[in-house]
């Protein structure tokens, strides 16, 4: 097997874009930007994922001169990154060519920059008068429809303004920030031990893998070995978050198609899944589980019996229900060829998880950089190549199957032994690093310790971060009807993106 | 299509009374619904959800009420696209401060009478994200509430329980 590798460069600002470029050529990802401060300086770090290893590049910038190359030239996922850099921080991408804020909205007074040390993230900010400059399109017959904040249905708020042409999207601008809820700042006031709550509720429902992805980037600062049992509990319990996740976004697509006996379905199934949760572990989403350490929850030789008595269900009913899926022509209608996109713009757009795996990606990162016990673990991805809504049911249907499998591998195979130990408080001016596929896709996060060995700061990058970018161009030249469909089939969370 | 309607054959109703942690009184809740809400608003209660910021885990459970296992239609309960028809605001939370005015202008639009819930731990006082620049804390910081449901997230059973009791007010 492949070894994964962490590597950290430092370079001079000055020699930022070229790193850029060069990791360009060698078809390398830029999986995440952000920024910290530091005493004296802005760190700028840009992270960039190539095959199995990931590349955290570093520069330095003087507070004085807060400002760095910007890498939107080479990288077209910069360009947000860039924007919420800009707007938390105050540090200037030079270069980029649309500094409009993002996150923060038009009415934050114009020098708050909250990730700031010097800011006190407790204290409420006032409210200025500002407008937001939209995309404009002018011309005959062109249409625009804003739809948001507060959505039609059980949804997050996120606002969408489309440009029309008859029924045909021309341009889709998406405006996100309204759930931000200072989660970065939040992680730095909270310290290591409740950062794992908080990192469970980043985004509701990947409560799992982002706890799992804190806790191991926490735990990855310092010499400590999680007991095995622990970790394959994680595992079970971020396959299970996968289950129940897919089953239920496959039935709500179907919904959105008004094929709501699917929905009826899979939505059955799923909350079979929740209720065994609740009555193994407590608590329906599997929350607050994880701890630093370990886990808090043991499972029971009894619990296991129930848990593999419930896949043999699952699988049968599933089965039944893909089967249905499969043969029904008039769903295929609205599926099929629906919110494409293509392998090329998903390597543009450095998009991850179901997304990219449903446009030729093969990205995973319980296979190219593995957490244990993943590495023990033969994990199959499924590839589609279509890039549309179908590909991306169909990607998951498959999942589901991977998992129920590497469920049962997991409790045949689950060593004995504790379940956590203590661990211990990171030391001072360290770092830490851990990407994790959750359900959704791979989920990075970043902690740095500083000169006191407190939480300075943690970086969250969820694969909405990344995603949501794509789906404007997806839903290109689609008819607004089936924007539903395409955004349900991406399902980016709002809340992870937001922060 | 056989595979359909053989698939439905077989799964029958699924729907059940709602038995939560205690189930008591929980058991009888569905029919007390009922009742007030044919008494009370002929029939039909309307609900309009707002997000006001949450981390979309409460959004998980209101979903869950429209599965066929709680399936809150049956007590004449639905959940509406426009605050206009709303009878009742289903509120989660924190509000952030970047939700603040939408969900102001969400509440103004709703016509009186209303009635506000708001749902789960960050929605009753901010939670683990508190009170900060970003977050203003519970939903009554902003618009006044009537009733609170507490959970993280609050069980579909607890949401039917919270709903009841704000209408039986």
């Given amino acids: 097997m492949k070894k994964s590798q962490l590597t950290y460069i430092d370079v001079a600002l000055d020699k930022f874009a070229e790193i850029a470029e060069q990791m360009k050529k060698q078809s390398a990802t830029l999986a995440a930007e952000w920024a910290s401060e530091a005493n004296s300086c802005f760190e700028i770090y840009a992270c960039y994922r190539q095959n199995s290893n990931y590349n955290i590049v570093k520069t330095v910038c003087p507070k004085s001169n807060p400002e760095f190359p910007s890498l939107v030239g080479t990288y077209t996922v910069a360009n947000r990154f860039e924007r919420q850099i800009h707007s938390l921080f105050g540090i200037i991408p030079i270069g980029h060519p649309d500094l409009r804020p993002w996150i923060k909205f038009e009415d934050w007074p114009e020098e708050s920059y909250p990730l700031r040390k010097n800011v006190d993230g407790l204290k409420p900010l006032g409210r200025v008068a500002g407008e937001y400059a939209w995309i404009q399109s002018t011309g005959v017959g062109v249409c625009e429809i804003p739809v948001g904040p507060v959505h039609a249905g059980i949804i997050e708020p996120g606002h969408f303004r489309f440009h029309a042409v008859g029924e045909t999207i021309i341009n889709l601008e998406e405006r996100f920030g309204y759930t931000h809820k200072g989660i970065e700042k939040r992680f730095e006031t909270l310290g290591w031990e409740d950062g794992s709550r908080l990192a469970g509720r980043v985004s509701g429902d990947s409560t799992v893998a982002h706890a799992l992805a804190y806790c191991v980037a926490v735990e990855s600062m310092s010499d400590i070995n999680i007991p095995k049992r622990a970790s394959w509990i994680r595992a079970l319990f971020l396959e299970r978050e996968r289950i129940s996740n897919h089953l239920g976004d496959i039935g709500a697509i179907c919904n959105d198609a008004s094929f709501v006996f699917l929905f009826y379905q899979f939505m059955r199934l799923k909350e079979k899944l929740l209720r065994t949760n609740q009555q193994l572990w407590g608590h329906r989403f599997m929350m607050d589980l994880i701890i630093l350490g370990g886990v808090s929850v043991e499972v029971s030789i009894e619990g296991i019996d129930q848990i593999l008595s419930e896949l043999s269900m699952l699988e049968k009913e599933f089965e039944e229900l893909v089967k249905i899926y499969d043969g029904n022509p008039s769903l295929e209608e609205r599926v099929l060829t629906t919110g494409i996109l293509t392998k090329e713009q998903a390597k543009e757009f450095g998009v991850v998880g179901y997304v990219s795996r449903a446009s030729g990606g093969k990205m995973d990162c319980r296979v190219s950089y593995p957490i244990y016990p993943y590495d023990q673990i033969d994990v199959r991805i499924p590839t589609y190549i279509d890039g549309d809504v179908n590909a991306r049911i169909w990607v998951r249907v498959d999942e589901i199957r991977e998992s129920i499998r590497i469920i049962r591998f997991l409790l045949n195979e689950m060593p004995i032994g504790e379940l956590s130990v203590v661990c211990p408080k990171p030391e001072p001016n360290k770092t830490g690093f851990s990407a994790v596929e959750g359900w959704r896709g791979e989920t990075l996060y970043w902690v740095q310790s500083d000169e006191k060995g407190q939480l300075n700061r943690c970086m969250v990058r969820d694969p909405s971060s990344v995603n949501w970018l794509a789906l404007e161009k997806a839903v290109m030249n689609n008819i607004v009807a089936d924007f539903p469909l395409c955004n349900k089939s991406f399902n980016c969370s709002y809340s992870g993106h937001d922060l | ?169």
Avoid: W
């Fill in chain 2, 1 to 169: 299509m056989i595979r359909t309607l053989f698939k439905i054959f077989r799964t029958g109703i699924v729907t059940e009374n709602v038995i939560g942690q205690d189930a008591d009184n929980i058991e009888v809740i569905g029919q007390k619904l009922s009742k007030l809400i044919k008494k009370r608003f002929k029939g039909s209660l309307r609900i309009r959800h707002i997000d006001a910021g949450s981390c979309n885990g409460c959004e998980l459970e209101i979903h869950a009420l429209n599965n066929p296992i709680y399936d809150i239609e049956r007590y004449g309960i639905h959940f509406t696209a426009s605050p206009r028809f709303a009878d009742l605001l289903l509120v989660t939370g924190p509000v952030s401060r970047n939700m603040e005015i939408a969900l102001k202008r969400t509440y103004a639009a709703t016509a009186t009478p209303k009635v506000v819930v708001a749902v789960g731990d960050c929605g009753c006082n901010g939670g683990i994200f508190g009170e900060s620049y970003a977050t203003l804390g519970g939903i009554d910081k902003v618009i006044p509430v009537d009733v609170i449901i507490k959970g993280c997230p609050p069980t579909p059973a607890a949401l039917l329980n919270g709903i009841l009791q704000a209408i039986a007010n």
